[in-house]
């Protein structure tokens, strides 16, 4: 996926500027899969519920992802490189 389809699909979710996780339903698993692939690729937290039914966590966890922090609007899985507030 490119950053250009990556805004693409980021912009069919938010509202007022800001991510809706209840547009989330709006995209495809391969769409969600592209974009938690594409997040983990540029080695940035992604939001647990943008992750698909499925998705290969063993994958993610090996990735370095094995965080899960509670943040003031969303939940996100991590790595030790990030911190989340």
Known sequence: MK???FDKLCAKVLTRKR?????FHV?????RT???EYIVRYRGPVIIEL?????????????GYI????????????N??????
Request: hydrophobic share 30%; proline share 2%.
């Open 27 to 31: 995209l495809t698993n391969e769409e």
């Open 80 to 85: 030790s490189e990030t911190t989340v507030k």
């Open 51 to 63: 992750i698909p039914e499925g998705f290969d966590m063993s994958w993610l966890h090996s990735m």
């Open 19 to 23: 991510l809706d996780i209840t547009k």
């Open 34 to 36: 592209g974009m938690v």
């Open 3 to 5: 950053r250009r389809q």
């Open 67 to 78: 965080y899960e922090t509670k943040g003031k609007d969303y939940n996100w899985i991590h």
